[in-house]
């Protein structure tokens, strides 16, 4: 096993494999794709890395290696599994690798921005793709009822085999919607959540072209958005007032879109969740400031 991990780590540097769905060295990239392709835990005892691999299983391991580094697909859709706040999900390629500093801030309860409003009964994560932020909302809020909206029904397929999997199908319900669009009762009127996070297409569409080839073979329509990438994060702001309660916030990510969003919105009212040591790209805004989220009125 060892020498299987070594050997692939050499090839990927070799092959100048993009890192950033998951790890940031060779040594910990190969590791998850030898490990994944034995079917082993990541935590495999050092008395194991020695262990003789049949014919097969050498076979198996050579092709997912050089898959990975003359083809670029990413180590998660070759082994189909990823990791969210160090829990695994089942991923494919009808949905963005989990890595969302979403992760980062409801492990630390939303860095106190949420401390005055109301206990959260009913949450929303749109544009849920594999689910992974939709289970953490339901696991960090036990008592809360969580919707997990998406446009695709690929992807929505996805999310429900991991909810399956953590056993969260009676708290964590699956809703095909574009944006809050399809978000309605039985009456027409909007669904209202205390809590609403989004992780949007938000890649302006002209940084296509300079994106490493791994990212080839995620779902466009989960990475780039018109508009210099703003064109849903704004509707998302827009709309959202009707369908947060009093005293609810919405939080929208938008990586590097940060740049294109404070240029287009210079006053804008929202408050950039602490994320250090790295930059903020997760905004957020209570219900009482989406009134007037682009700050023209003051």
């Known amino acids: ?11 990927m540097d070799e092959h100048g494999v993009f890192l950033g769905h998951g790890t940031t060295n060779y040594l910990d990239e190969a590791a998850w794709l030898v490990l994944e392709g034995l079917r082993l835990p990541p ?31 990413p180590t998660a859709y070759l082994v189909n599994r990823a990791w969210f706040l160090g829990q695994p999900y089942y991923v ?9 500093p979403f992760g980062d801030l409801i492990r630390d309860d939303f860095t106190g921005l949420m401390a005055d409003a109301p206990a959260v009964e009913r949450a929303l994560d749109i544009g849920t793709g594999s689910g992974c932020i939709a289970i953490a909302l339901a696991e960090h809020f036990p008592g809360a009822l969580v919707v997990g909206s998406d446009i695709d029904m690929g992807a929505l397929a996805v999310a429900a085999r991991n909810v399956a999997d953590y056993d969260l199908d ?5 809703l095909q919607s574009d944006g809050f669009d399809q978000l309605r009762d039985e009456d027409d009127a909007p669904l209202v959540f205390d809590l609403i996070v989004s992780n949007p297409p938000y890649v302006h569409p002209d940084e296509a072209e300079d994106l490493p080839a791994e990212y080839g073979h ?12 703003l064109a849903l994060i704004e509707r998302l702001l827009d709309q959202g007032p009707h369908h947060l309660s ?29 994320l250090s040591p790295a930059p903020s790209s997760i905004v957020g805004f209570p219900r009482e400031l989406l009134t007037d989220w682009r700050g023209q009125a003051s």
Do not use: K, Y
């Open 1 to 11: 096993i060892l020498d299987f991990v070594r050997w692939a780590a050499s090839r």
């Open 43 to 73: 935590d495999l005892g050092r008395d194991w890395w020695g262990a003789r691999l049949t014919g097969e299983e050498r076979a198996h391991l050579a092709e997912l290696i050089r898959r990975r580094c003359l083809e670029h697909i």
């Open 92 to 100: 494919d390629e009808r949905v963005l690798i989990p890595r969302s």
């Open 170 to 174: 009676e708290r964590v319900e699956l």
């Open 218 to 229: 995620e779902p466009p329509g989960a990475l780039f958005a018109p508009d210099e990438g």
């Open 246 to 274: 009093q005293g609810g916030w919405i939080f929208v990510e938008m990586g590097n879109g940060r740049h294109w969003f404070e240029q287009r919105w210079p006053g804008h009212r929202g408050l950039w969740a602490d």
